[in-house]
């Protein structure tokens, strides 16, 4: 048996780094100080797996080698005049560069889990900026922690233990020296938790936070109530925003994908910039795919722009709204994609989901999805912190080093080396043709 | 692959190092080295008659990569819009001007002759961040200087007097994190900036960890000193960006006086971009040049160098480790924001800026700069930099080099600047026109010198065959009085040579290469090294919010890792 110290968990934008893992053989047998998410993604990774790669014959996907599947995925997209590669925010950093090279190189658009999610916050950011920090920042400072739209309690089960309410920090001893807020349309289990719940009309946060920057002013609001929170209650929190002596906004889905998205964010921002004129706040979106963080810095360095990357013209273009990857489906011009560890078939509106489908489809995963149960080709990857080494980008940027604690099935490689073969063959078909 | 032994004939060759002042001379490279001479016939032959020939660029001090040159990027798509560059059979393609992508800035500064960039200002707790970015950085040697300044361990240790174990600290976070020098910026301020406080003067205790500034700079200094590091300590000092602020300049300058010792010669101190911390006046409406006072004290004492940071009148964005600057800039401009302070060690801002010419202050930064670089008498002190992005693009430099190498060029400039500013400005007075020798050292020899690189910034034999062939011919363009066409023939190199390879031919990558990163490996004494790493275990699980294991960064990361080993007096 042997025993993996300071293993990074691969499940949620914590990256939690002190995970203890036990193997005997080739196969985990214990998982320490992981949460219930972390711990069942270590013990149970062999579940459900694709055992070899498909491809499409004569209408129903038949088992394939690998070089087979490669050359298809290559085929695909090089005959392709406007292919998509999506998701990455499950695979290492490495993966990440090979696709942004691939895309560059079929000229198609590159797109990660980031325009499902936390996108909006990016678009906020352009507009206003952000005040931010590392987690040990919240750890040792924060006497006041707000969750906006977020539940780690149940989405980041360790992020109060090691960054923030309960953390033990140089001058905040846990919960004692904090008190947390919770804005939210439900009572959620971190709402039970909190020193104080704002429930909230849905779909209007923007009202809230607007409301609040007006407190701050101490200018006057005409209504009774705003977003459904009575004006004394939202007049009183502002106060403990103002009297904080650092102060910490934790954002999520619930704010970024609801009515309003990148207007909230902008909101958020604005709000946290306000209450730095009076003390210090910070704000950080609460990531969820381990490496989402990841795939927007890589793609960030490499091509300026963090999602929705569009190589059409040679060069990176970024405009949300026109080159992500459910703006080019919705328009009906991606006619492939190559969707790496993600499930956009399931996720994605019907509409989008049709419309993908209608075109060539590959996917690489190292477990079945709806979207590799309709794909066209699916090759199968090992899990990145598990089977594989790599980099990967904590929700506050700080990159960690996978490790890797079994071998793989025999045969089944990591997303980076799979993209690097489709890159070659890629290159190898243009060759010929050009 | 060897590379290719190549020949460059007839060229005009500038090496100050060696002492030749536009001699025409073969130049043989072989093994990625220069050498004596190498068999013609097998060689490729390079005719460089009506060219010049010198060594690579060697930039001390620029923003190029990390975490917050990355938020940077992203802050600003609207600043790549500007300058959109396709794939091409060599090149990946990218985008940016003040913030551009990896890539591009490894292709445009290869295409400017530069072969070595060293990247100033990272965040320990990040390098991971920082290093991954310089294996995308291609065509340059790089370096990273970890921050010190707001460093926890550091401020105890000190308290504490333990000034062995700090020196034995340092050699073990530059190695654990594969540093090259040690960076200071506003030392003490920025952790106090983490409770929303104000950046401090000398004297003026940190919150929490009764240490001085002054403390902190002197102790460090000496650590440097006695860990016998390649590159002096380098520091953004107190009180950046502030009216008046000449002063904490001076101050900072002469509180490490002591520790260079009698006449040894070797700086032990690297104030940056000092035209950021030149300032005379009271206030914002008076702000004036205080150059002359920091070249006085240049001028008379011999163990601090400098750079620049020199403005240029365009739309660029300020990065810094220097959080509460970058606060009170956002609030005196209005434009976007980033902060981004990191735990137990330093903080970070961001805010675009358009320096303008009709805006008083930004001319008076123009004038500042300018005159710092021609009242400091000897270029050896000198580093020509932008501070980039900081104070202008690094493409900029030609333009740069133009002003100190032509009256004219500057004249130009200041008659179109702000009148008030102009009328309060020495630098129409002042006459001195930068030799191309001089430009030459405040670029790469100077430069190279100061780092500690013994085998580059020259051409003599044995030097690193990082060579830039430039379309200049004195006997046709004279700097003075044509600086456009000086300016033009120093924006593209006709030929850059990177480790005894041709990597840019006319003006554009032919071949990409990675170049490596440098980090320095000083070796202490067993019992210090154990007593430290006992003190950090310890404390890191409070610290941070990392594994010791995982913070320290192991070499299979760094594309061509090439540690420089130095044996420490402690
Ligand atoms: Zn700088």
Redesign the interface.
């Known amino acids: 048996m042997q025993t993996y110290?300071?293993v990074?968990c691969t499940v949620c934008g914590c990256l939690c780094?002190?995970i203890e893992v036990d193997v005997d053989g080739n196969k985990v047998m214990k998982a320490r100080n992981a949460c219930a998410m972390g711990t069942s993604k270590f013990l149970s990774y062999t579940h459900d797996r694709i055992e070899t790669p498909m491809v499409r014959k004569n209408g129903s996907t038949q088992p394939a080698n690998l070089d087979e599947a490669v050359t298809k995925v290559a085929e695909m997209l090089v005959n392709a005049k406007y292919p998509a590669i999506y998701g990455l925010a499950l695979s290492s950093?490495e993966a990440v560069?090979v696709a942004i090279?691939l895309t560059?190189e079929v000229g198609g658009v590159m797109d990660n889990q980031s325009v499902v999610c936390h996108g909006p916050g990016?678009l906020g950011?352009?507009?206003?900026?952000?005040?931010?920090?590392?987690?040990?920042?919240i750890?040792?400072?924060a006497d006041l922690i707000i969750c906006w739209g977020c539940n780690p309690d149940e989405a980041h089960p360790r992020h109060f233990e090691?960054?923030s309410y309960t953390a033990?920090g140089?001058?905040r001893n846990g919960k004692a020296d904090r008190k947390l807020v919770v804005v939210d349309v439900r009572q959620t289990s971190t709402a039970r938790k909190a020193d104080k719940f704002v429930q909230i009309d849905q779909g209007k946060d923007y009202e809230l936070v607007n409301a609040l920057r007006t407190a701050l002013r101490n200018e006057q609001i005409q209504q009774e109530k705003v977003a459904g929170v009575p004006v004394e209650d939202i007049e009183e929190l502002a106060e403990l925003l103002r009297n904080a002596?650092?102060g910490v906004i934790l954002f999520g889905l619930g704010v970024t994908q609801t009515v309003g998205k990148g207007r909230n964010i902008d909101g958020l921002f604005s709000l946290t910039?306000d209450l730095?004129k009076y003390?210090?706040f910070?704000i950080m979106p609460a990531r969820g795919h381990f490496n989402v963080n990841g795939v927007?810095?890589?793609s960030?360095?490499?091509?300026?722009?963090?999602y929705g990357i569009d190589?059409s013209?040679?060069?990176?273009?970024?405009n949300p709204g026109e080159t992500t990857v459910t703006d080019i489906v919705r328009r009906g011009e991606n006619d492939a994609m190559l969707v790496i560890a993600s499930d956009p078939i399931a996720h994605f509106p019907k509409d989008l989901a049709n419309r993908i489908r209608k075109s060539p489809l590959a996917a690489i995963d190292p477990v079945h999805s709806v979207t590799t149960l309709v794909a066209d080709v699916v090759i199968p990857s090992a899990f990145a912190g598990i089977e594989c080494e790599g980099?990967a980008?904590r929700m506050d940027?700080?990159?960690?080093?996978l490790k890797k604690v079994v071998e793989p099935s025999q045969g089944v490689l990591s997303d980076e080396d799979i993209l690097k073969k489709i890159l070659g063959k890629v290159r190898e078909l243009k060759g010929r043709s050009g | 692959m060897t590379p290719q032994n190549i020949i460059i004939k007839n060229g005009t060759v500038f090496d100050p190092v060696n002492r030749i002042d536009g001699e025409v001379m073969d130049i043989a490279v072989s093994n990625g080295k220069i050498v004596e001479r190498v068999n013609e016939s097998s060689a490729i032959v390079i005719d460089a008659s009506g060219k010049v020939v010198l060594a690579g660029g060697v930039d001390i001090h620029s923003h190029i990569?990390g975490?917050k040159?990355?938020m940077g990027?992203?802050?600003?798509?609207e600043d790549?819009y500007r300058n959109?560059?396709?794939?091409t059979a060599v090149k990946?393609?990218?985008?940016?001007t003040s913030?551009?992508?990896?890539?591009t800035t490894g292709y445009d500064y290869s295409e400017m002759g530069y072969t070595t960039v060293f990247e100033p200002a990272n965040p320990p707790?990040?390098m991971?961040?920082v290093i991954?970015?310089l294996n995308?950085t291609p065509m340059l040697d790089k370096a990273c200087y970890p921050l010190f300044g707001n460093n926890w361990h550091v401020m105890e240790y000190l308290k504490d007097n333990r000034h062995d174990e700090l020196a034995a600290y340092v050699a073990w976070m530059l190695k654990s994190v594969k540093g090259y020098a040690v960076k200071l910026v506003n030392p003490g301020g920025v952790e106090n900036w983490?409770?929303?406080g104000e950046t401090t003067p000398l004297d003026e205790p940190v919150k929490?960890f009764d240490v001085t500034p002054r403390q902190i700079i002197q102790g460090m200094c000496n650590a440097v000193k006695r860990l016998n590091l390649p590159h002096q300590m380098h520091i953004h000092a107190n009180m950046l960006g502030t009216p008046g602020n000449y002063e904490t300049a001076l101050e900072t300058l002469d509180s490490v006086r002591q520790i260079a010792g009698a006449n040894d010669g070797k700086p032990v101190i690297h104030l940056t971009h000092v035209q950021f911390n030149i300032y005379g006046g009271t206030n914002w409406m008076n702000l004036s040049s205080g150059a002359e006072h920091l070249a006085k004290y240049i001028n008379n004492h011999n163990h601090a160098s400098i750079d620049i940071g020199q403005i240029v009148f365009s739309d660029t964005t300020t990065m810094t480790a220097d959080g509460p600057f970058e606060?009170k800039l956002?609030g005196m401009t209005g434009a976007?924001?980033?902060?981004?302070?990191?735990?137990?060690e330093t903080g970070c801002g961001?805010?675009p800026i358009h320096y303008k010419k009709s805006n008083y202050v930004h001319a008076i930064m123009w004038i500042t700069g300018l005159e710092a670089s021609l009242m400091i008498d000897d270029p050896w002190k000198v580093c020509m930099t932008t501070d980039h992005p900081n104070g202008g693009y690094f493409t900029t430099y030609p333009r740069v080099m133009a002003w100190l190498m032509s009256k004219k060029a500057r004249q130009k400039l200041t008659n179109k600047v702000n009148k008030r500013a102009r009328s309060k400005t020495a630098l129409e007075s002042l006459d001195r026109e930068y030799t191309f020798s001089e430009v030459l050292i405040s670029t790469r020899a100077g430069t190279a010198r100061l780092l500690g690189l013994k085998n580059k910034g020259h051409l003599g034999v044995g030097a690193d065959a990082d060579i830039a062939i430039h379309d200049l011919d004195f006997r046709k363009i004279d700097p003075s009085t044509t600086p456009r066409k000086f300016r033009k023939a120093m924006q593209k190199a006709v030929y850059t040579i990177k480790d005894g390879e041709i990597v840019v031919k006319d003006g554009e990558v032919v071949k990409s290469v990675p170049g490596r990163i440098y980090w320095a490996d000083a070796k202490v004494s067993d019992d210090l090294a154990r007593t430290v790493e006992t003190d950090l275990r310890q404390k890191f699980q409070?610290?941070?919010?990392?594994?010791m294991?995982?913070y320290i960064i192991?070499e299979k990361?760094i594309v061509n890792s090439t540690p420089v080993r130095v044996n420490a007096e402690v």
């Open positions: 110290q300071d990074v780094d002190d950093c560069k090279e560059e990016v950011l352009h507009e206003i900026g952000v005040s931010t920090c590392s987690l040990g920042e750890k040792h400072r090691r960054y033990k140089r001058w002596e650092f910039r730095n003390t210090k910070q927007n810095e890589v960030a360095w490499q091509t300026g722009f963090p190589f013209h040679g060069y990176p273009w970024y980099i980008y940027g700080v990159a960690l080093p | 990569a975490p040159v990355n990027r992203i802050l600003r798509p790549h959109l560059k396709p794939k990946r393609s990218g985008v940016g913030c551009p992508s990896t890539f707790l990040k991971l961040h991954d970015e995308d983490k409770w929303g929490h606060f956002q976007r924001w980033i902060n981004g302070d990191i735990e137990a961001i805010v409070d610290y941070y919010t990392v594994q294991s995982n192991a990361h």
